[in-house]
């Protein structure tokens, strides 16, 4: 059954008006993942087939789509981005919403994307306070089959070293691939998500073993001579490790 939904997120943060908005037009391989920019203009062609229909520069900028392509259970998708200065423009009041209509599995599909919102405002803020306006190679990819069983990101956690009682903002070494200790902050951390900053990247972990699909990473890599092949190949392996793939 067709149902309306709206996921709605507020948050202040340490950089200007005009950093934001470079970030969620132009710079989302930094904190999302690459997607064609809007023309800049009301009515102009935005990402994935959406239509812009707000679009005033640096406050405000909306994108709509019917008919999600390759979403089945989605028949509407808007992205709402309301941007306002604070302290004179060094900060921002940023407020996000995304809503739709969701067609099936309407609870399960509406709390995924709640929490998913969650950790991508989280990652958005990680990227203008510490690589903005820095570009990425961005990679992102599946686990085994074996990681959507309902413990499997727990897991995740374990293989990382990371302990039970580590929390947020915590400077941690972590087991990274082929067992290398990898220096980071753990930047966000509940049992869906893990994210972890290094000096250069900001390495994303998905438990979507919650929600029946296999456990996810995602590799936003702003080293100088960053290579997304490379870091797919690395992480991949790893995750395939955890679970005990060849």
Do not use: C
Not at 55 to 78: A, F, M
Not at 79 to 100: F, K, M, N, Q
């Amino acid at each position: 059954m067709s149902k309306e939904f709206e996921i709605a997120r507020e948050f202040e943060v340490d950089a200007s008006p005009e950093q934001v908005w470079e970030a969620v037009t132009a710079g989302t391989d930094g904190w999302l993942w690459p997607m064609e920019a809007p023309e800049p203009r009301e009515g102009g062609k935005g990402p994935f087939g959406s239509k812009v229909t707000a679009w005033d520069p640096p406050h405000r900028y909306t994108n709509r789509v019917e008919d999600v392509e390759g979403i089945s259970e989605q028949t509407l998708n808007q992205l709402d981005y309301t941007i306002e200065p604070r302290d004179e423009g060094r900060r921002a009041w940023v407020r996000y919403v995304h809503s739709g209509i969701f067609v099936d599995d309407w609870d399960n599909q509406y709390d995924g994307a709640a929490k998913h919102t969650d950790f991508y405002m989280a990652t958005l803020r990680q990227y203008l306070l510490h690589f903005a306006p820095r570009t990425a190679a961005f990679t992102t990819f599946d686990g085994p089959d074996p990681s959507s069983t309902p413990d499997a990101f727990a897991a995740v956690g374990r293989a990382l070293g990371l302990a039970e009682d580590t929390a947020e903002g915590a400077r941690v070494q972590v087991r990274g691939p082929e067992g290398q200790p990898l220096d980071a902050v753990l930047d966000f951390r509940n049992p869906y998500f893990i994210g972890l900053r290094t000096e250069d990247a900001l390495i994303r972990f998905f438990g979507r073993n919650h929600w029946s699909y296999p456990v996810g990473i995602s590799v936003h890599d702003f080293a100088a001579h960053a290579d997304a092949e490379a870091d797919e190949a690395a992480w991949k392996g790893w995750l395939n490790g955890v679970f005990s793939q060849p």
